[in-house]
């Protein structure tokens, strides 16, 4: 994880977090205090308003009792006839329009309309309506209807209905029943008597939703979900979609047994007042975040891009290019200093680095001189010795070959003046030295080279293969009781170039090859093998760099494969090779 990217998540956790933290907590403990304030009030308002209420619709329950018991009403009620007399028609109207809230009334018998003040009669018996079933229930008890449940609120002219059995008054048989309706002020009377908060409606439920009556009147005989309404125990919840907006919902039940009184509040007038600390929590919140940025831009940034600029200083150092650096920030202050340490460094390192190189080069080239002007000593009084021993004892044909081969191989040894060659000419003068040793040799060995004519323009280092089949042949073949195989072949590795010198010689163990290939006072048979594996790898890692070089494989009794891996290089005047 980048440093940046901590302190910034260092600055959310003890900023940022912790105020967004106490201003939410603070919101909802005050939100929930004015939710719980209000649906106090509201339930003991709405609890005043219930008995209200009750006290009203009582007074017409009291009237209903009245009437049914009278002995006119229940003979009527018993027999009845086909045509009610007008002044028993009267006695009832006096009996029961005394009431000036009632305003009209019907009796049945046996389901079938006997008499109704409206004039009107109903051919529909009385078992066609929706409640009948409910009215049988009650036994004689009142059922009340409100106009959003019986219907009457769709006309304009909404009325509350009272209905119940009408029984024998000795053997409490059911004889009729009585349907009352009343204007519905007994129940506007009682809601609107009602203290709300602004914005909120006084609603009569019934036990599936339905809005018997509101205060407002724009909400009678629409529905409330049942869940929501329910229980009908008392209890309060925040309804959605109820005028279109989130609203808290008070409940509480009525006396009469299938209404609930509810109050609805929407919910932005309950949060009128805990916006204000709302809207300071996210004042702080944006001072927090205004603040922390900028403080990150001002300290935090110019100090992670001071270390950035050391790290990426850094790299470019491991790479080799040693750049200055320049400080992020005008102040004098620690990140400059360490700039300027790096800066220091920096100048102290190159300086060393190129002491170094300079003092490698000029040793190298003391080596390749030396060399060069050397070569084999051993190598060429052998040469000349068969050669000497070849003229005694053979004829012309055999001394020119190894005098022509001869005369190659020091040519490209000595008068070449230049460190690289074509890969053909190196080949070429490893051709020259292998012939010279196979006249030497006998049937000692025997080899093979193999050059793509696509690589052998490429440039090389002069002198790099020669060593390793030098060394193949002497330390590898020579001591062999049986003839040996050397293979020196080219191959192409897309970007890089690989020539590998194979024999089937007695190989060596590995594991002592590496320990004494670079010690420069190792005592074994690998430190004077000829120019030396040690030095043909050192020309390749001064030549080229990491990752060229050498890698040699080998196997005590299974011989020895060693690779050169060096880059591509084109020869400029390859079309004259």
């Not at 009948?132 to 002219?157: A, K, V």
């Not at 004098?332 to 100048?347: P, R, Y």
């Not at 051709?431 to 490429?458: G, V, W």
Request: proline share 5%.
């Amino acid at each position: 994880m980048h440093l940046q990217l901590k302190f910034r998540i260092a600055i959310i956790l003890l900023v940022f977090i912790p105020v967004i933290i106490m201003g939410t907590v603070s919101y909802s403990i005050y939100s929930r205090t004015i939710e719980n304030k209000t649906d106090n009030f509201y339930t003991v308002s709405l609890q005043d308003t219930d008995r209200k209420l009750d006290y009203a619709l009582n007074e017409i329950s009291a009237v209903s009792d009245m009437a049914i018991i009278q002995p006119d009403l229940q003979q009527l009620l018993k027999q009845p006839p086909d045509r009610v007399e007008s002044e028993l028609a009267q006695k009832l109207n006096n009996l029961i329009m005394a009431h000036p809230k009632i305003t009209s009334f019907q009796l049945y018998s046996n389901k079938r309309l006997i008499y109704s003040t409206t004039g009107h009669t109903d051919p529909s018996p009385l078992s066609d309506a929706p409640w009948y079933p409910r009215m049988l229930d009650l036994q004689g008890r009142p059922l009340w209807l409100g106009p959003g449940e019986n219907g009457t609120y769709r006309t304009g002219s909404p009325v509350l209905i009272h209905a119940r059995v009408v029984k024998e008054f000795y053997s409490l048989e059911d004889i009729g029943a009585i349907v009352i309706t009343v204007k519905p002020d007994v129940l506007e009377q009682a809601l609107w008597g009602t203290n709300t908060v602004a914005g909120s409606d006084i609603l009569l439920l019934n036990r599936t939703g339905h809005v018997v009556f509101d205060k407002s009147g724009n909400n009678t005989g629409s529905v409330i979900s049942a869940s929501l309404a329910s229980p009908f125990v008392g209890h309060s919840d925040i309804i959605t979609g109820f005028d279109g907006e989130k609203s808290m919902l008070t409940t509480v039940p009525s006396a009469h047994e299938n209404w609930v009184l509810a109050a609805v509040t929407p919910l932005k007038e309950l949060q009128r007042e805990p916006r204000t600390i709302r809207n300071i929590a996210v004042g702080l919140i944006l001072f927090s975040l205004l603040t922390g940025f900028l403080f990150e831009r001002k300290f935090i940034r110019p100090l992670i891009n001071t270390i950035i600029i050391s790290a990426r200083g850094m790299k470019k150092v491991e790479q080799g290019h040693f750049i200055q650096l320049r400080s992020p920030t005008r102040w004098k202050d620690e990140s400059k200093l360490l700039i300027d340490g790096f800066n220091q460094m920096i100048v102290q390192i190159h300086d060393l680095l190129r002491e170094v190189e300079t003092e490698q080069r000029r040793k190298k080239e003391a080596e390749m001189q030396a060399l060069v002007a050397q070569i084999n000593p051993h190598f060429i009084y052998n040469s000349l010795e068969s050669i000497n021993s070849m003229a005694v004892l053979a004829g012309n044909r055999d001394i020119s070959r190894m005098v022509i081969s001869l005369g190659k191989l020091l040519r490209i040894s000595i008068s070449e003046n230049v460190e690289s060659i074509p890969l053909k000419m190196e080949l070429e003068h490893v051709k020259h030295y292998l012939n010279i040793q196979k006249m030497r040799f006998r049937d000692k060995f025997d080899y093979t080279i193999a050059c793509p004519p696509s690589l052998e323009h490429l440039l090389t280092l002069r002198l790099i293969v020669q060593p390793l089949v030098e060394n193949a042949l002497y330390h590898g073949i020579e001591t062999m009781e049986h003839s040996g195989f050397i293979r020196i072949e080219a191959f192409d590795l897309g970007q890089d170039l690989a020539i590998e010198v194979a024999d089937t010689g007695l190989g060596f163990d590995l594991a002592q090859f590496e320990r004494d290939r670079f010690s420069p006072a190792a005592g074994t048979k690998y430190k004077n093998s000829g120019v030396g594996l040690k030095n043909v790898y050192e020309r390749i890692r001064m030549q080229y760099g990491p990752p060229y070089g050498l890698i040699v494989c080998s196997a005590e009794g299974c011989g020895t494969v060693i690779r050169i891996r060096i880059p591509k290089v084109e020869h400029a005047g390859r079309d004259q090779v």
